[in-house]
């Protein structure tokens, strides 16, 4: 009998404490916010995640009744960033942004990654998509995608592209392309795209693997060639460029895209919150101008939905990283 009490006082303290911390978790939803939010952005100031973060921080802001403030923390490609928001208390005071390489790429190229995009954070929404083009010199003999392939079975290994870096969107969509057409092509990364487009420009190197947005004027002027942007489906930025798909390389699909992520365990009742508001702002007509104008396409989504795309993107890259022999720079 005395074994029993002991049990059934053990279940009851048990229930009591779930219940406690039940209720903290709806009390703390509730209140929430009731402070200053923090925006975390993996990248100094001026790149596609900091512009997106001051343009959404701002009307979260006003929406939410409190500050909330753009917090850049560079440091190992974004993860710094990325792992301050993982470690970070579950309350919804600091939240961030996570890319393709930080939530996605990362997984299958550093052994040592200090977080678990899957178990430490919670996906909120996504954001917006920074779409990527194949572009070349114009002196370069080819004009599509199917130019290229044609042209570069007869040079293998000799025909290279620059990238923004090692282990980037770039980079995986370049090495995508490369398994999916059966060519060899010499990957050459830069650090970052702008350095990348003077040397595609001044012909040092023959092709690249750019944003939309780095690229959208060059390629007006006639100082690049566009040979196909590398989404599923036409870019908004630049909808008269056919895709690598429509091109000559069916099913050809590479994305570059940017989400808003939480702490793990953060109260399911403050996510939603923040989604909702997150997402309104993403659709209203001035922050689609905004965004776009800035050279991202703003593409809201579900927490769930967000969690989804992280899962298979994970999944995929990994396959491409195995099978193109990527490693970590």
């Not at 343009?55 to 802001?61: A, D, E, N, T």
């Not at 006639?222 to 989404?231: D, E, I, P």
């Not at 298979?312 to 720079?329: C, G, L, P, Q, Y």
């Amino acid at each position: 009998r005395i074994a029993m009490n002991r049990s059934l006082a053990r279940c009851v303290t048990a229930v009591s404490l779930a219940v406690c911390g039940w209720g903290h978790a709806a009390a703390q939803a509730q209140s929430y916010p009731n402070k200053p939010i923090r925006f975390m952005v993996g990248y100094p100031a001026g790149g596609a995640t900091d512009i997106t973060a001051r343009i959404l921080s701002p009307k979260l802001s006003e929406r939410l009744g409190q500050p909330v403030i753009v917090d850049n923390r560079s440091g190992g490609g974004g993860i710094v960033g990325v792992d301050s928001v993982a470690k970070a208390p579950p309350d919804g005071y600091l939240i961030g942004f996570g890319n393709l390489g930080m939530l996605a790429v990362n997984v299958s190229l550093l052994a040592n990654l200090p977080y678990n995009p899957l178990t430490d954070l919670a996906p909120v929404t996504m954001a917006v998509k920074n779409p990527l083009i194949l572009v070349a010199n114009p002196s370069f003999p080819v004009k599509d995608v199917r130019d290229l392939v044609a042209f570069a079975k007869g040079k293998p290994g000799q025909l290279s592209y620059a990238s923004s870096g090692s282990g980037t969107a770039h980079h995986l969509a370049g090495a995508l392309l490369t398994l999916m057409a059966g060519i060899e092509l010499v990957h050459v990364p830069y650090k970052g795209s702008n350095p990348a487009a003077v040397d595609l420009i001044g012909g040092q190197i023959p092709l690249a693997i750019l944003d939309v947005a780095t690229t959208r004027n060059f390629i007006k002027a006639g100082k690049m060639r566009a040979l196909g942007t590398m989404g599923p489906k036409r870019s908004q930025l630049a909808s008269d460029i056919p895709t690598i798909s429509e091109s000559g390389l069916s099913g050809f699909a590479a994305e570059s895209w940017i989400g808003v992520i939480a702490p793990a365990r953060t109260p399911p009742e403050i996510v939603r919150r923040l989604n909702s508001h997150l997402v309104a702002i993403l659709e209203s007509p001035d922050s689609r101008e905004q965004l776009l104008a800035a050279g991202v396409e703003p593409s809201p989504s579900s927490p769930e939905e967000f969690g989804e795309l992280i899962r298979s993107e994970i999944s995929r890259w990994a396959k491409v990283i195995k099978a193109a022999k990527i490693e970590a720079n």
